[in-house]
């Protein structure tokens, strides 16, 4: 399988866990987490075998586009998806993820020169006295030392919190849907294009204001704890999304409640936009051909969200699953 950046693929999928901080949503209760193995436990043990995943189809002419609300960070008891999702990508001739990860290469130069502090700031003087202590420790619990990232700036520390995050949950970017699927396009040499631009998504994540950046941090460090449960819960209401969509909407909009507004905008509004304006333009290209667009659920579920944003252009957007 080819690699990708570990590090640059967590810097993509912040959004994921932008704030579990804001989740008033019950967790699933141990019996109905074991109701289809007839298990007892007294930990929260999550089936991550069902039936998820979110799928929308949009024809305009000759050309079909499906929509795939899915999830970066997975589980290998997902696999394989439901019939009609594995369908709609064996019937498509292109694929269309939010980015094609197994393309994306950086320096660690590079990297810096956008995540290192350019006036002399460090880590320390932003935050709060209450929140650095805490950032030491959760780096200190991974046996690294928060003084050797005190130059980066609050963006670039929170994807590292959220690989902290990830390894300490169920789900692993290893099984992520979007993987799943460009691995196979991949060895079925299908095309591959991109819906957003990784130049784009580092133009966001090095736009925000510092303000917004320590808000979101602070706020991050503060539900770090909650967090690998949280994105445990996510997976699970995801792969079994068909019987219980709602329970994954609530999560996801409880998410962005009393989140920044800078930070929800840039990172699920525009985005959804941009998303749809380029499916508009495959669409209305019309070259008789199926694509297949892997986008984050949230993308899919939360409006603007890319399908709401097509039907608002005069589409007729059918859900199919």
Known sequence: MPK?????????????LIGCTNNDEAPVDNEELNEETEESTDDATYNYDGDGGFLWKVDNGETTAYILGSIHLGHEDYYPLANKIEEAYESSDVILPEINMFEVDMTEEELNEMALFD????????????SFRKLSNIFEAQGMSVENFKQY????????????????????????????FLQRALEEDKKIMELETIEGQYEMLTGFSMDTQVETLENYIGAYEDQADWLNQLGYNWVHGNSKRDSLVNQLSDSFEGVNEEYKQELNDSRNIRMANKLEE???????QTYFAIIGSVHALIDPSVPSELEQKGYEVERIY
């Open 4 to 16: 990708i950046n570990s590090l640059l693929y967590f810097l993509l999928l912040m959004v994921v």
């Open 119 to 130: 006036d002399g700031t460090t880590l320390d003087k932003v935050l709060s006295e209450e």
């Open 153 to 180: 700036q609050p963006w670039f520390v929170e994807s590292l919190l959220t690989e902290f995050i990830a390894e300490k949950s169920d789900l692993s970017s290893e099984y992520g849907v979007d993987l799943y």
């Open 282 to 288: 495959i669409l209305q290209s019309d070259r008789g």
